[in-house]
T-cell receptor, first 115, second 116 residues
């Protein structure tokens, strides 16, 4: 079975600085999708960024980028120029390319942003 | 992007009563929807997969008779918490996969259930 691990329960960053959130996963599959979701205090889950396993190029969405290391089964999220609105819980998630659309979530990382 | 709504956003009920939570995909059809439960400061725990026109698939350890799921149409899934007890108090979130190749999940805003 696949598992997703987020080893940082909490992280903090100064506004305008850069922070990296870690995520590792375990799978025997070769094709899958990885996601980072943000959950602000409103608790609405928001998709931040996504990555297909067969794409070597790291995904980027404005200030958010990932470092996808398939061999190491690592999928870290880098937030550049951090803003106060980035403060939230961040969840890493895995989805098999062959199974259902079911997501497997990590335990989350709470990000605090200080002015 | 795709929008998923949930109703109600917040509900308080007495112990022993049943509560129904609705999940709707507003601008797309969803043959599958997912129901999650989230305790404070914890991750989302998948409870079940709702399948349009057929029975739901429950995750191990989730009581089927306790959490009734009905997926009556391509845009509506309902979760009924039967004979609710205080330990059922939680935040319930639904999601539906989008139409892209990623089939990324679009999440509802969640329903906070408090059982007195």
């Amino acid at each position: 079975a696949q598992t997703v691990t987020q080893s940082q329960p909490e992280m903090s960053v100064q506004e305008a600085e850069t922070v990296t959130l870690s995520c590792t996963y375990d799978t025997s599959e070769s094709d899958y999708y990885l996601f980072w979701y943000k959950q602000p205090p409103s608790r609405q889950m928001i998709l931040v960024i996504r990555q297909e396993a067969y794409k070597q190029q790291n995904a980027t969405e404005n200030r958010f980028s990932v470092n996808f290391q398939k061999a190491a089964k690592s999928f870290s999220l880098k937030i550049s120029d951090s803003q106060l609105g980035d403060a939230a819980m961040y969840f890493c998630a895995y989805r098999s390319a062959w199974d259902t659309d079911k997501l497997i979530f990590g335990t989350g990382t709470r990000l605090q942003v200080f002015p | 992007g795709a929008v998923v709504s949930q109703h109600p956003s917040w509900v308080i009920c007495k112990s022993g009563t049943s509560v129904k939570i609705e999940c709707r995909s507003l601008d797309f059809q969803a043959t599958t929807m997912f129901w999650y439960r989230q305790f404070p400061k914890q991750s989302l725990m998948l409870m079940a997969t709702s399948n349009e026109g057929s029975k739901a698939t429950y995750e191990q350890g989730v009581e089927k008779d306790k959490f009734l799921i009905n997926h009556a149409s391509l845009t509506l899934s309902t979760l009924t918490v039967t004979s609710a007890h205080p330990e059922d108090s939680s935040f319930y979130i639904c999601s539906a996969p989008g139409q892209s190749s990623y089939n990324e999940q679009f999440f509802g805003p969640g329903t906070r259930l408090t059982v007195l």
